[in-house]
């Protein structure tokens, strides 16, 4: 079992960045594929960014409504850092963390099925 936890959200204007981040138990070595969700009210949840291992590299992926203002990284550690610039108050949503050991071929990023574990959120807050 692995636990996730996330931490970094919070409130900000709009235009502001934040930095989210989801800490690992277990093994520090073993490698996953992770990636950030997020659902406001009344919504799904839906990915935001992902890195998938495929073999022995990882690939970024990110939903069209975050590209070039949020960015993915992972440590050795397996913590994983999900960097938001230029928020705008539709980013505003509980943001989780998602993680799975490897990758499966033909398996969707976005679907939520596809994860194994998961954290219980951070809040973030975008005010116009």
């Known amino acids: 079992q692995v636990r996730l936890v996330e931490s970094g959200g919070g409130s900000v204007q709009t235009g502001g960045s934040l930095r989210l981040s989801c800490t690992t138990s277990?093994?520090?070595?073993?490698?996953?594929?992770m990636a950030w969700f997020r659902q406001a009210p009344a919504q799904d949840r839906e990915g935001v960014a992902a890195i998938i291992l495929y073999t022995n590299s990882g690939t970024t992926v990110y939903a069209d409504s975050v590209k070039g203002r949020f960015t993915a990284a992972v440590d050795n550690q397996n913590t994983f850092y999900l960097h938001m610039d230029k928020l705008k108050p539709e980013d505003t949503a509980t943001y989780y963390c998602?993680?799975?050991?490897?990758?499966?071929?033909?398996?969707?990023?976005?679907?939520?099925?596809?994860?194994?574990?998961w954290g219980q959120g951070t809040q973030v807050t975008v005010s116009s």
């Open positions: 998602a993680a799975r050991p490897g990758w499966k071929y033909g398996a969707m990023w976005r679907q939520l099925s596809e994860w194994d574990y």
């Open positions: 277990g093994d520090p070595s073993r490698r996953y594929s």
